[in-house]
């Protein structure tokens, strides 16, 4: 992030709690966003994050918490907040039935966006769908759909833009174009709070925020919170994989074994440790596997966070489509 | 049975466990299997009555001796008719008419003691409120014989003779506002109101509930259109449509049914867009309530059996019992029927149906304060 920038809070907010039939889905959660941040959201499925930023965007009411988005109070000023802001559902959410540039005419004249014709039109041409804009919106594929829904969510040129696993199912390509587009809208200022599953999306925002069962339990740039986990990771290569891989796993010092293709993966806290538990398992099992020290990944760290929160935590079903609980 | 044979018990049950497990989390839809058959037994058991009784009649009489009395005693107390106490102006009667607060009147002209007895078989003139044939057939059938029975026991002894056959008085039945007792000219104004009620609170119904189920409505509410903005938006449209209908119901009345148009066209178009109105805002109160389409299309039913049979619809609204006349009056429906009858037929005025179209806005205003109460500004 270009250092310039960097200073003007967007979102500045603490204590965020809200229960859903007295099961809290999101507890304490803090938040604090600099302008033309992208910043990631990650947690599993039910973590809070789709709650998270519906609170944010005034979708929903806090149970408890205070803060700011874009210099106003989120719990007194939500509907002018919801003019500054734009924010993408996980799922599409823009009318089916309506043609491409209907949709985006109605989001015009929902926001009072000047020049109304000129901007539909010059959205169309910067998504490349003047030729298709007469095609009803549900008859794009889930590439477009979400294009789509990207140049509606920042037609009325939002300071902050809210997505919430914009990509999920959608093609690599699309992806890689769709991430380009954020990081285009970020340079111009404008900042992007998004949740994701993927660890490669992860990876391209400036810093991450993971939230497990309600809690932030780690957050900074991708390179701190791998650091701050402390694992470190072995790989071997060659041998029987499953076979070593049932060896190592109950080893002390061992945390996390999983295969990646013809390697092995094998995660722990301690290098030693971990370095002495593989080498007896390949001593053991006679295996002329080789064993080096690797890089931890970021997807090594989510699950080792996931699986130190509190599983009790975690409620017994995430909110539904609307938000209510199931 | 093998698993790839054409018919398969298990395949069946697996369906049919399916089915009653979502059958049992469906509580509208199970509730509608218990309540419905309950509602419709108890309406049409208890408040509906083909044979009215009861009906509000005023007496003009000219003339007030024994006979006379003993007339207006044996009609009160045949059940047919609850009589006004006292002495009706000829104008307080026309008026009571028109409003429908006097289904009949019963004229009684000057000498008609002096000429009942010199057997000069004296007139008496019964005007009915015609607009709905159904409801006053059976009293009209019924009255020669009740004053009939009422002379005879009058003109025993001396006066035994004039106790004539045919009769001894002229009975003349006017039928006020559809002098040929034509049903159709009840039947459809009455329709118009009963086609707008099924329509316009069905589609604003799914209005809501159809961005919900669809997903739009989050996306909605995240933008900055406010619970009024989207209300009025929502509902204009089809306040629109339900003209568009009128339309062609009147159309159709005119040319098909030759319904008159007695009254102002301009007043029946206001009422009516007070109706629908009303209509639409309910219908949007349901898509607050409904979670789904098929909820809102399941309370839509639950609104439209009582209209119609509580409302003056199919059956004579007099005709039901006190309760029944109460939740019918709750009815926007009762009071638009009675608005556009009055209207196309009796030539009603604003005056007359003044009373009507406050019932109707009364009932908008509480309906429109619920949906704004009701709608959810968050998704919580």
Known sequence: MADAMAGETVIAISGLTKSFGGKKVVDDVALDVKRGEIVGFLGPNGSGKTTTIRMIC????????????????????????????GYMTQRFSFYEDLTIRENLDFVARIYAIDHRKER???????????????????????????????????????????????????DPLARREFWDEIHRLAADGLT??????????????????????????????????????????????????????NAVRDRPGVEQVAPFGNDLHVVGPDPMVLQQAVDTALAEIGSAAVARPGETSLEDVFIRLMQTARIEDRPPNGPDENGRPA | MSAASRF?????????????????RDRLTFAMILVIPVLQLVLFGYAINTDP???????????????????????????????????????????????????????IPPDFERDLVRGLRPQILIEADATDPSATSNTLGALP?????????????????????????????????????????????GLLGTILTMTTILMTALALTRERERGTLENLMAMPATPVEIMIGKIVPYIGIGLVQVSLILICAEFLFHVPMM????????????????????GYTFSTIARSQMQAMQMTFFWFLPSILLSGFMFPFRGMPEWAQWVGSVLPLTHYLRSVRGIMLKGSHMGDISGELGAIAAFWLVVATIALFRYRRTLD
């Open chain 1, 192 to 245: 992007v709070l998004v949740s994701t599953h993927y660890m490669d999306e992860a990876e391209r925002c400036h810093r991450i925020i993971y939230i497990a069962y309600g809690h932030i339990v780690a957050r900074g740039t991708v390179a701190e919170v791998i650091a701050q986990s402390g694992l470190s990771t072995m790989i071997i290569s060659g041998g029987d994989i499953i076979a070593i891989a």
């Open chain 1, 58 to 85: 005034g979708l929903l009411k806090p149970d408890s918490g205070s803060g700011t988005c874009l210099g106003m109070d989120i719990l007194k000023d939500a509907d002018r907040i919801k003019r500054e802001v």
């Open chain 2, 263 to 282: 009254g102002s066209m301009a007043l029946l178009l206001a009422a009516t867009l007070v109706f629908i109105a009303a209509n639409v805002t309910l």
């Open chain 2, 53 to 107: 009784k009861r009906l509000p009649a005023l007496i003009t009489a000219a003339d007030n001796g024994p006979n006379v009395r003993a007339i207006v005693a044996a009609l009160a107390s045949s059940d047919y008719f609850a009589i006004a106490p006292g002495i009706a102006s000829e104008a307080d009667a026309d008026k009571a008419l028109m409003d429908g607060t006097a289904a009949y009147v019963i004229s």
């Open chain 2, 8 to 24: 398969s018990p298990s395949r069946i049950s697996a369906l049919m466990i399916k089915e009653i497990i979502q059958l049992k």
């Open chain 1, 120 to 170: 539909v039109r010059e959205t169309l041409e910067r998504l490349g769908l003047t030729s298709r804009r007469n095609q009803l919106a549900g008859s794009l594929s889930g590439g477009w759909k979400q294009r789509l829904a990207l140049a509606a969510s920042v037609m009325h040129q939002p300071k902050l833009l809210l997505l919430d696993e914009p990509t999920a199912g959608v």
């Open chain 2, 145 to 189: 014989q009740i004053i009939d029975i009422a002379l005879a026991r009058q003109l025993a002894g001396p006066l035994a003779t004039k106790a004539t056959t045919p009769s001894a008085v002229d009975l003349i039945i006017h039928r006020r506002y559809n002098p040929e007792g034509i049903t159709a000219y009840n039947i459809v104004p």
